[in-house]
């Protein structure tokens, strides 16, 4: 598959990267300048609980891009001018692999071509041409509204064939909303409390997460997808236990000084909890205290810390 990585980042490496150990698949980054010329010079090495040194190709200039499949990993803020950018060229399919309620935004500008995706690998840019895997885990594709779909199932096998784990899911829209229970119970509350992941264990961190998740399975029925309370707090629970020793990619991003992804996942499970006439205080509050900690500090942070700072390309946001 020829397939284009919008987005080279921490997850977009390290997927671009794992993808491109199959000699079938032509890969090619889309990333700022730094990251870009290093995999070009010594091409992308990925560590930590997987090692691989590949050479997928690599870009800077997102548009006029021709691929069977675009994987879209850019912060969730980021996915309008990723969007955008995609709109110039020729892509048969576009996967977002993003936390958050992004797809609508991806579908607003690429039609039908877009497919729903999550991801639980944990990936965390190193420096330029390096990323480091903190987390083997699984992707799930499938189409938007739910049902068995060929086009997912070539997605997956493309995954597959380079040795990522990788399922084509019939009922993406509830694996959707579970994975944003998911990040609506863990992100914020380990960003604000600047704890790890494990500190969800136990009360009370783990009452308000299972809180803010049961919002997200109540506003998920009120939009017409079966997601069970229960269900909902077991993926939380699962997750927390599986991440115990990860710092949130919220966390990393508040101890960073920069912009956080709550509006995609808190923000927009009280934004549809209020559209759909469903209560939705533990988000709303989260989102609203997150937003208050960005007005005063995010983008005082200045460099990524990884050496690929966004100063050479589109401002984030
Ligand atoms: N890092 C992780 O372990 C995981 C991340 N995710 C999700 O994946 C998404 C991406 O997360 P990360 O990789 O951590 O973020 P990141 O900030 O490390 O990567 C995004 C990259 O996209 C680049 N970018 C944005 N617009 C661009 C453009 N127009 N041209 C070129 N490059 C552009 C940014 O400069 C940045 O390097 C988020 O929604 C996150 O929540 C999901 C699962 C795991
Ligand atoms: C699964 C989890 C909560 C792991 O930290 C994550 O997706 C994130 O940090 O954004």
Redo the contacts with the bound molecule.
């Keep these: 598959m020829n397939v284009v990585v919008f987005?080279?980042?921490?997850?977009?490496s390290l997927v671009g990267g794992l993808l491109a150990r199959d000699p079938d698949h032509r890969v090619t980054l889309?990333?700022?300048a730094a990251h870009v010329e290093r995999v070009r010079a010594d091409g992308l090495r990925v560590s930590g609980e997987l090692d691989a040194t590949t050479r997928p190709e690599a870009t800077?200039d997102?548009t006029g891009l021709r691929a069977d499949l675009a994987l879209v990993?850019?912060?969730?803020y980021?996915t309008a001018?990723?969007a955008a950018?995609l709109a110039t060229g020729d892509v048969d399919l576009v996967c977002s692999?993003?936390?958050?309620l992004v797809e609508e935004v991806l579908e607003a500008r690429l039609g039908d071509r877009v497919l729903a995706g999550t991801?639980?690998?944990?990936?965390?840019?190193v420096g330029p041409g390096h990323v480091r895997c903190?987390g083997v885990g699984a992707v799930r594709v499938g189409e938007l509204d739910g049902g068995a779909s060929e086009r997912a199932e070539r997605v997956a096998r493309a995954f597959r064939a380079a040795g990522l784990d990788c399922t084509a899911d019939a009922e993406m829209p509830r694996s959707r909303w579970e994975k944003l229970a998911v990040n609506a119970g863990v992100n914020a509350v380990t960003a604000l409390a600047r704890v790890d992941n494990g500190a969800l264990r136990d009360p009370p961190g783990a009452d308000l997460a299972a809180r803010a998740a049961r919002e997200t399975a109540r506003v998920a029925r009120a939009n017409g997808v079966d997601l069970a309370d229960d269900r909902a707090v077991d993926a939380l629970t699962e997750v927390v236990e599986a991440t115990a020793a990860n710092r949130s990619?919220m966390r990393q991003d508040v101890e960073a000084g920069r912009r956080t992804?709550a509006d995609a996942i808190n923000g927009a499970v009280a934004d549809r909890g209020a559209a759909a006439g469903v209560e939705t205080p533990v988000n709303r509050t989260l989102a609203a205290l997150v937003r208050t900690w960005e007005t005063e500090n995010a983008g005082q942070g200045g460099e990524r810390g990884d050496g690929?700072d966004?100063a050479d390309?589109?401002p984030?946001g």
């Design positions: 987005g080279a980042g921490s997850l977009g889309v990333g700022r800077t997102g990993t850019v912060k969730a980021d001018s990723a950018a692999l993003q936390n958050g991801a639980t690998y944990g990936a965390e840019l903190t990619s992804e690929c966004d390309g589109e984030s």
